[in-house]
Nanobody, 114 residues
Framework: QVHVVESGGGLAQAGGSLRLSCSAS????????MAWYRQAPGKERELVAS???????EYVSSVKDRFTISRDGNKRSMDLQMDSLKPEDTAVYYC????????WGQGTQVTVSS
């Protein structure tokens, strides 16, 4: 059974930084594509960044050059380093794992104050 857990959300001021982490069990980590999504109040869930099993990363334009996605096979975790945060980054952030099917974590709240 696949189990996905996010951590690291919280409150930051505009211009500040936060780091999110995602761990998943029940998968072969080295073969799994992973991604971060976010959902702001009243908006649809959107893709923020993705990273393939080979380490190839892509970003939505609004976070490019501010966010960095990475994965660590030894720790079996995927991180999202978020710098230069803006109030519009406020959302619940979700980790998505693609392993046979699609699996989601419970989400972690990120709030950026102006």
């Amino acid at each position: 059974q696949v189990h996905v857990v996010e951590s690291g959300g919280g409150l930051a001021q505009a211009g500040g930084s936060l780091r999110l982490s995602c761990s998943a069990s029940g998968i072969i980590f080295s073969l799994t594509d992973m991604a971060w999504y976010r959902q702001a109040p009243g908006k649809e869930r959107e893709l923020v960044a993705s990273i393939t099993s080979e380490g190839s990363a892509e970003y939505v334009s609004s976070v490019k050059d501010r966010f960095t996605i990475s994965r660590d096979g030894n720790k079996r975790s995927m991180d999202l380093q978020m710098d230069s945060l803006k109030p519009e980054d406020t959302a619940v952030y979700y980790c998505r794992v693609k392993w046979g099917g699609i699996y989601w974590g419970q989400g972690t709240q990120v709030t950026v104050s102006s």
